[in-house]
Nanobody, 124 residues
Framework: VQLQASGGGLVQAGDSLKLSCVAS????????IGWFREAPGKEREFVAT????????TIADSVKGRFTISRHNAKNTVYLQMNSLKPEDTAVYYC??????????????????WGQGTLVTVSS
């Protein structure tokens, strides 16, 4: 499966952005989809993930209450709605697909397919 992330940009603190991850070339419904981010000088960090049918979601504590994840299987798309953005949310955001069990959802190691990333920059 190929993944294409989009929707990043330069915003001010407190603004919102909605990232999209569009999949092609595979059975989209067969994958859990996750979002990770990588800030300059930092390791890749788990942000959120959603199960194959959308019935299960997990949000990282660092963004809980501000970010939500959803999917539209008919459109082969997963969304990451980001509200109340902070400068510390500045990073390249990647979407990734996994066929691993749900319990492995936090680790990037269990995601086999990755999009190219989209840059989110939040100014103070």
């Amino acid at each position: 499966v190929q993944l294409q992330a989009s929707g990043g940009g330069l915003v001010q603190a407190g603004d919102s952005l909605k990232l999209s991850c569009v999949a092609s070339g595979g059975n989209f419904r067969g994958y859990n989809i996750g979002w990770f981010r990588e800030a300059p000088g930092k390791e890749r960090e788990f942000v959120a993930t959603i199960s194959r049918n959308g019935g299960g979601t997990t949000i990282a504590d660092s963004v809980k209450g501000r970010f939500t994840i959803s999917r539209h299987n008919a459109k082969n798309t997963v969304y990451l709605q980001m509200n109340s953005l902070k400068p510390e949310d500045t990073a390249v955001y990647y979407c990734a697909a996994s066929t691993a069990v749900w319990s492995a959802r936090y680790s990037s190691s269990f995601y086999s397919y990755w999009g190219q990333g989209t840059l989110v920059t939040v100014s103070s």
